[in-house]
């Protein structure tokens, strides 16, 4: 059996077998994703493209167990999710999965340092200093630590939540449009950083996107559909992907990715 | 995850530093009350200590009577002075001296007024030559040798300006006293007894005056070098027999300071009612605050799950919220005890129960104080924790935050099912014969009932806002529109910020319910009962000279003067406060409704009582009651009349001659004046009023008066629980404000927009203001028809405790909805201001 991404023999960070997500029911039932399958390999960044609406945060909540699937199974390395209870899956989400939102992803009352360390804090754990030091100077916000996130850019609050996701060296990051709310310039800040956590400090990181810029910096492309992995692409270039969005019905596009796009055109 | 919890806090102190008033003052109360009982108990203890002698020989009361000394016995138990001959003869005595104190000797200062002395008794003396046994202490002048020589304490010296050598007159038991002031003393180190006057007169003349030839009131026994006082007492037990009570100097003031703070038990329990009030009412307002911060905080609590806090972290950094404000409330509470206590020993000052001694703050205190304001603040908070604790975190992502509102169903069962229960015994009370049982049914079923209408206010809170609030926009257009609308949206909230000044106002208007048909009842007792034209009685029940009646009964126009005394004796093993009066005057000044037999077996040995009584005790026409005085003595009654209740005469009343023969005092408490046929009030009140002027410690007063004074009484102690319970209403207010401003930070964006679109800052700030005040509308209705109910059924239920008519004052309550409405304005003052401070741009940004 062939699966997207499974490329290599070494055992993925996460995969997804047969999710299958259902909000609602009768009228208002609607199926955000319909028995997607899916690798995510350690050491690599995964970029996730479609129209809005087309499942992408619902497959990273399920993926992150931030929300339980209807059907199928989620695994984080060897844990089946579902087989968690709420504590387990707390843990789990403490100690192996990062996150990095597209808004609010900083508690306004702690610094940023605070902030950096804030899921060692839950743990009661001590931060590794010297995980931490490379983390914060890949980031690059060393001066920026003493300050609270109202007194720092979007793009420096971005980095912030990224380095906090990293800072715990979790198995795998999950981003959900990290880029979403920032200039190309900040975006482009934060998707450096990403692609040089998953370069120079061999971290996997699951990122979901609108912009075709931004899915240039991934190793692979996966594009969802209604809810369906319908297509992927490793190596990804921004033309490439441009190109690839194109293909798409023109009704989805236009009414979901043409930001995206004309986003793309300007840069 | 401590620092977040922290951080968080600083954050919404002052929101936190609101909720935590209610805390405040309801530690403050609970700290004061028992700041105050410590004191009042050190200073007696201290004060009788120091003034009793090494063992005191008093007779043996045959039970016990409660506080001697309040005048409220007013029986006597004396001592034969060859009893100090006897005790003279016990080993190891080095001095022994009878002596005398009884109450009924006021001193009169220069212009002839009664010394104020606040309530607080006055008490006359025998001058003890002994001065080893002496509580008093000579400071000025010499001692009195003569009856027509008399000393005074430096207290009442100075208050008067008297000064040794003056001629000045008392008012005593017997005949009015013009004496040379020879000296005057102060009684113990700090000179005086709890504000009570005091004046000595030499034995000879106090015996006369107060008890008779040969009569102490008690004896003090000095202890010889190297005896123990205990030792001696047993001895001196030994030689008296039982008749008599020996007790050391400790013991002594042990049992009296014992017997004035349950006097003032009272004082105690309605403190800690005030108390309770407070902090249940806080309860509330608690709950709403985290509820809120924990809504505000929505994101901030999901992002902290998603990031691998546990529920139980995330509850706990919650209730460590609540635990500092529970501690910084109970800390500033103590201190506000602290000054409550101060406040209360000073109005205890100005009635006349002087304390002296400094403010007693035991490690107890401290300990009930925090136990109290930080378990109510835990217990307010765990429900909005336990809240936090289940928030899904991907609520972390949604970009719009909204508050699952969940269903009111089960608080409508719940509700319904309490709300039935205590109407079931609010009716059920009211029904009840039996006084006591129906009180207490009443006030259990009102609790079941503002329980139960604290469940279902949500759910009636939308009718009511859809029907009354309707008039908002009719009114004010689109901002009353908008003011509804923010109320409506989450009834939660406006009824549980609601239900503080609901519970608030329901207690103000049952106590006004309660009041009001008292006072009908009163005017309608008086109307119905008192025949006598007038009424002679001093303010404050203090006894007064027989010799009043004798002179009153002498002016022309008078027909026959009635004395009312009080006694107490143990009916059928049962102690009973006792009415003496004159048999063959009675009918013809109070006008009592047989319900069996009459007053005519009144004049023998006939005891009539009330019909509440006769079925408590079981008691019928004909059946023998045994009687044991005080100074032990048996004797049998026979119950001769049934009638039923009257407040004027009490509950069981004996004839003047059963009293004086079971050692009562020849004191009178009240005078009931009738007038010859065919003269008018008009025509005798000049001479009343120049023969009473002799004895200003009396008023007189008609029909009218006697009646005004009684609802006076009443009137006052309204005011005074109205004016706690205004405390409840005020952290009412507190609440209100709270929830204001929390609902204009939860709605930034959307005032922002509306801004942006055009909604003047004033506007805004009435809808603001229009939106408290129809929650606080919202709130005193359902207080005030909770209120009425609670006042209703309780009237009803002592309606054999003479609360016979039901009057509800309905201005008053109209009154108390516009006092609301004025809350709801006040409260919204600030949040207002905040809310069209806002910067359109800022607020429309703010995410
Ligand atoms: N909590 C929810 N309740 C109901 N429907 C939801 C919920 N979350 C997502 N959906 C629906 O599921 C579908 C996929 O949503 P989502 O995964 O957020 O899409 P994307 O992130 O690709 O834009 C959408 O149709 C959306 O309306
Ligand atoms: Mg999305």
Known sequence: ?267 | MWRTTWRSLLAHKLRLALSGLAIVLGVAFVVGTLIFTDTLSKTFNELFESTAADVNVTRAAAFDQGLEGTGTGGTATYVPADLVDEIADVEGVAAVEGSVQAEGVYILDADGEVLDTGGAPGIGVSWDTEESLSPTTLVDGRAATAPDEIMIDTNSAEETGYRVGDTITVLTPGPRVEAELVGTFRFGDEGGLAGASLTAFDMTTAQELLTAPGQFTGIGVGAADGVDPGELADRVAAAVGPDYDVKTASEQAESLSADFSEALQFINIFLLVFAGIALFVGTFIILNTFSMLVAQRTRELALLRALGASRGQVSRSVLGEALVVGIVGSTVGLAAGYGIAAGLRALFGSFGLTLDGSLVLAGDTVLWGYAVGVLVTLVSAYVPARRAARMPPVAAMRDDVVTVQRGLRRRTAVGAVLAAVGLAALVGGTLSDDGGTGASLVGLGALALILGATALSPVLARPFLRSVGALLPRVWGTTGRLAQENAVRNPRRTAATASALMIGLALVSAFSVIGASTNASIDKLIAGSVRAEFVVSSAVGLPFSPDVAEQVGDVDGVASVMPLRWGQAQLDGQTTFLTAVEPDRLARTIELTWVDGSAEGLGGDGVIVDQPTAEGRGWAVGDPVEVLTLDNREQQLTVSGIFESNQVIGSTVISLGTLAGAGGVDQDRFLFVDLDDGVSTADVRPQLDEVLAAYPIVDLKDQTEFQDEQKGQVDQLLLLINAMLVLSVLIAALGIVNTLAMSVIERTREIGLLRAVGLGRAQLRRMVRLEAVVISIYGAVLGLVLGTLFGVALSRSLADQGITELAVPVPRMVVFLLVAAVIGVLAAVGPARRAARLKVLDAIAQT
Not at chain 1, 33 to 61: C, E, N, Q, Y
Not at chain 1, 146 to 169: I, K
Not at chain 1, 185 to 206: C, E, H, I, K, P
Not at chain 1, 240 to 246: A, G, M, Y
């Open chain 1, 1 to 267: 059996m062939t699966l997207p991404g499974s490329t290599s023999a070494a055992p993925p960070a996460a995969r997804g077998r047969s999710l299958t997500k259902v909000f609602g029911a009768g009228d208002t039932r609607v199926v955000a994703l319909d028995g997607v399958d899916v690798d995510f390999d350690r050491g690599r960044f995964t970029a996730i493209m479609g129209p809005s609406g087309s499942g992408k945060s619902t497959l990273m909540h399920c993926m992150a167990g931030l929300d339980s699937v209807t059907e199928g199974q989620a695994f984080i390395g060897d844990v089946d999710l579902s087989s968690l209870d709420d504590k387990a899956l707390t843990v789990l989400r403490r100690d192996r999965v990062g996150f990095v939102f597209q808004a609010f992803n900083l508690l306004p009352t702690l610094t940023a340092l605070e902030n950096i360390t804030l899921p060692m804090d839950i743990a009661g754990r001590k931060p590794d200093q010297a995980w931490l030091d490379r983390v914060i100077d890949t980031v690059g916000l060393r001066e920026r630590l003493a300050h609270r996130p109202t007194e720092l850019s979007g793009g420096q609050q971005q980095r912030v939540a990224c380095a906090r996701a990293l800072a715990g060296r979790p198995d795998i990051v999950f981003a959900d449009e990290p880029t979403g709310n920032l200039d190309s310039r900040s975006g482009a800040d934060v998707l450096d950083f990403l692609r040089s956590s998953v370069r120079t400090m061999d971290q996997t990181v699951v990122m979901v996107t609108h912009d075709p810029n931004a899915a240039g910096y991934a190793d692979r492309v996966l594009f969802l559909a209604d809810g369906r992995i319908v297509d992927e692409m490793a190596d990804p270039t921004a033309e490439r992907v441009l190109e690839r969005l194109k293909a798409f019905d023109p009704a989805d596009d236009r009414s979901a990715d043409g930001g995206a796009a004309s986003r793309a055109g300007v840069r």
